[in-house]
């Protein structure tokens, strides 16, 4: 099993430009989230779902959008960059229902110019 | 609202020294707790959680933590630091119901001294 992968690994944008982060898992997790890790503040939640089809905002969704048409992929975009949205980015994955453990993907450093 | 307080943002040990890291919850219901480690350039790993019974929890690698209730505290403790052990450890919770979302602490950066 590869696990969660995530791509890029690195991304730089310019102000205004838009994007879209991926992220799949082949564990056949029902639960995925996307967090942001800025320092000083831990991990926050963005979006999350707990199936294909579902999808919900968590503590900071402002600027991001989320769909989940497949088990496995959980892509987020970036309608319009902000210099705010520079973060390190992870995916994490987990059966549905607490508390199962999450499991998180290797991240993705966004810097927003 | 879940609300996670880590004391201490970083932490330096001598190797072989006692680890002590400080988590504390904010919850009118004891949620689920977790520990998380973070190895520079990686993504998090589960070092152990609490769910229900036996309030003292093994995990990997050595470490444990204890929930105390009265006290509404989750610490991370270990007897002997590694070097390996350097890394930044995240306290979490997550609500007993509902979707499997977590509500991190801001995190404390251990750093082992040879």
């Known amino acids: 099993n590869a696990g969660v992968t995530q791509t890029p690994k690195f991304q730089v944008l310019k102000t205004g430009q838009s994007m879209t982060l991926q992220c799949a898992q082949d564990?056949?997790?029902?639960?995925m989230s996307w967090y942001r890790q800025d320092p000083g503040m831990g991990l926050r939640l963005i979006h999350y779902?707990?199936?294909?089809?579902?999808?919900d905002q968590g503590e900071v969704p402002n600027g991001y959008n989320v769909s989940r048409s497949t088990t496995e992929d959980f892509p987020l975009r970036l309608l319009s960059a902000a210099p705010s949205q520079t973060s390190v980015y992870f995916c994490?994955?987990?059966?549905?229902?607490?508390?199962?453990?999450?499991?998180f993907g290797p991240g993705t450093r966004l810097t927003v110019l | 609202a879940q609300s996670v307080t880590q004391l201490g943002s970083h932490v330096s040990v001598s190797e072989g020294a006692l680890v002590l890291l400080r988590c504390n919850y904010s919850?009118?219901?004891?949620?689920?707790l977790f520990w998380y480690v973070q190895y520079p350039n990686q993504g998090l790993q589960l070092l152990l959680k609490?769910?229900?019974?036996?309030?003292l929890v093994k995990g990997i690698n050595g470490f444990e933590a204890e929930f105390k209730k009265s006290e509404t505290s989750f610490h991370l403790t270990k007897p002997s630091a590694h070097m390996s052990d350097a890394a930044e450890y995240f306290c979490?919770?997550?609500?007993?119901?509902?979707?499997?979302?977590?509500?991190f602490g801001t995190g404390t950066r251990l750093t082992v001294i040879p």
């Open positions: 994490a994955s987990s059966y549905s229902g607490v508390p199962n453990e999450q499991f």
């Open positions: 564990m056949n997790h029902e639960y």
């Open positions: 779902s707990v199936g294909a089809g579902i999808t």
């Open positions: 919850s009118s219901v004891p949620p689920y």
């Open positions: 609490y769910t229900t019974g036996a309030t």
């Open positions: 979490a919770v997550s609500e007993q119901t509902g979707a499997n979302n977590l509500f």
